[in-house]
């Protein structure tokens, strides 16, 4: 597949595991119960005939209008703030459409969401799916996007304004002594503060339940009896979540980069902690043997994760000048980040070893920051979108904080820096930001089987540094319908990444139904 700068920039914005941002005081980590063992309860499936008080919402007509991107419709859906007490008010959610070219032969409609949470759907399809997915598919399909609830265009939750955002990212999430852990503790504190002050009424029905069912409510609207999926990274929880809502309306999903929904918080942390230290070590391995060209020096890779360790440590007392205009310093929360981005895709490995070099050679870390910001969605402004706000929103709402005190972090430390030399302990720290969350959460680790579905096609990368590859294994071994698509290589998710094993395999199940058989291995 022939992905353009633009498509491969969308993807590293868009592709994100369950938690996004790991290595900053706006670590988006998916927070679950405390513990290590995996849940035992499943989640049950929704009545088959729709209740009475939502058939207004499963009977609405879409105005369809342009939207400023050529090719593109759009319109809103209403669907209820809450689905326990519809008569207490409607949300808008915006839903966005490229419709089928291939004269007599449109399947239907074909779902697309990013990940996250809090990746744009829209803005993913109109930068990447409905424009590089195969021709094939998007000739066949309309291609169709909604941003979920608090996302996007989507009644977005807000939390803090440019300026406090840049201060909140550069908080130190590798806390020296106690009074810095304080410091860590109150920027959650304040982060979550802001997110109540200003977004209160949406906060409480932003839950990938909620999510799933909006887009059941979609599926409805669209005229599709079953719902076919594309989801990428959190967008296999979302689909997966759907299938256990609704298994008889399962069309064709695909969920690729897949997370596991029975993890309970310290083991789904740690997990990705270790598939941060893999990817890294992936891209080292490849650094050290550039010789002269790799900022780490030459040598093995468990050296060059000593030395970039060893670079943090002098950000964390003195941070970088940039040559950049925003005026910002690189300190270690930007560096980690910045990092942590290129781990995502290979293709973005040259940009970190340049960026590495600017800031370790020459001492300056504009190259760091600009992978950071592209990480955060930080506009040239100051400005950011909305995906750290929903994020946070979404996974604290999901599931019950993985910490709940400083001291729980602190106990769990060795844990994660044995996972990761270089990553763990901010990691660890970092996901300590759900314990100051003004909503209670309403979900907990859970199996999903959707049984009586048709058969799913779960992607896994076997060095995926955000949803590692247990996790693919163990959310097809759960889904009754499960088929296992393993591609053994870098990066985060495998479809249009260029192995033309995973590609045609995909497109073939999404153009004529027909499923891999499960355990399938491509390179």
């Known amino acids: 597949m022939d992905i353009s700068r633009r498509a491969r920039r969308s993807r590293l914005l868009s592709f994100r595991t369950c938690g996004t941002l790991f290595v900053t005081a706006g670590l988006l980590i998916s927070g679950c119960s405390s513990g290590s063992s995996t849940a035992d309860a499943s989640m049950a499936a929704l009545p ?21 991107v050529p090719g593109f419709e759009c319109a809103s859906m209403k669907v209820p703030l809450d689905y326990a007490e519809p008569d207490t008010g409607d949300i808008k959610l915006a839903v966005a459409r490229k419709q089928a070219t291939k004269k007599g032969g449109r399947i239907g409609s ?23 997915y195969p021709e094939e598919v998007r000739a066949s399909y309309d291609m169709v996007a909604v941003d979920p609830r608090g996302v996007a265009r989507s009644e977005p939750v807000t939390c803090l304004d440019g300026k406090r955002m840049d201060a909140y990212t550069q908080t130190d999430v590798t806390p020296d002594d106690r009074g810095e852990a304080e410091k860590l503790s109150t920027a959650f504190e304040g982060f979550a503060d802001g997110c109540e002050s200003r977004s209160a009424t949406v ?54 980069g897949a997370m596991d929904p029975s993890l309970p918080a310290r083991r789904m942390n740690r997990d990705q902690t270790a598939g941060f230290e893999t990817a890294f070590r992936s891209f080292a391995k490849d650094c050290v043997a550039r010789g002269a060209e790799c900022p780490l020096g030459s040598g093995s890779p468990e050296g060059a994760g000593k030395r970039l360790k060893s670079f943090f440590r002098d950000l964390d007392g003195a941070p970088l000048s940039a040559s ?69 929103a979404v996974n604290c709402l999901d599931l019950p904080p993985a910490f709940t005190s400083p001291d729980e972090v602190e106990k769990a430390l060795p844990e994660f820096e044995k996972a990761s030399p270089v990553f763990g302990e901010g990691l660890a720290w970092s996901s300590l930001n759900c314990a100051y969350w003004p909503v209670e959460a309403t979900g907990g680790p859970h199996r999903i089987e959707a049984e009586g579905a048709a058969p799913i096609v779960v992607v896994g990368t076997t060095r995926d540094p955000a949803t590692p590859y247990r996790w693919a294994k163990a959310l097809a071994s759960q889904l ?44």
């Open 48 to 68: 088959r005939s729709t209740p009475a008080e939502l058939a207004p919402y499963y009977g609405q007509k879409l105005s369809w209008h342009e939207c400023g």
């Open 110 to 132: 074909l779902l697309v969401n990013p990940g996250g949470p809090g990746g744009s759907a829209i803005g993913y399809l109109q930068s990447y799916a409905a424009l590089g």
């Open 203 to 256: 906060l409480p029905h932003v839950s990938t339940v909620e999510a799933a069912r909006d887009m059941d409510v979609l599926r409805a609207v669209l005229g599709d009896e079953k719902l076919s999926y594309v989801g990428a990274s959190y967008g296999t929880f979302l689909g997966a979540t759907y299938a256990g809502l609704y298994p008889e309306r399962v069309g064709r999903l695909v969920l690729d």
């Open 324 to 392: 950049d205009t925003s005026g910002r310093k690189l300190g270690e929360a930007l560096a980690t980040t910045g990092v942590i981005a290129a781990m995502y895709d290979e293709g973005a490995w040259p940009q970190l070893r340049d960026a590495l070099t600017s800031a370790i050679k020459d001492k300056d870390g504009a190259g760091l920051l600009s992978l950071s910001d592209s990480y955060y969605e930080r506009d040239g402004d100051g400005s950011y979108a909305n995906l750290m706000f929903a994020n946070a």
């Open 480 to 523: 009754s319908s499960g088929r296992l698509l393993t591609y053994e290589g870098d990066g985060h998710t495998a479809y249009g990444r260029g192995s033309e094993c995973v590609d045609s395999t995909i497109n073939a199940y999404l153009l004529k139904g027909t499923a891999p058989e499960d355990g399938k291995r491509c390179s």
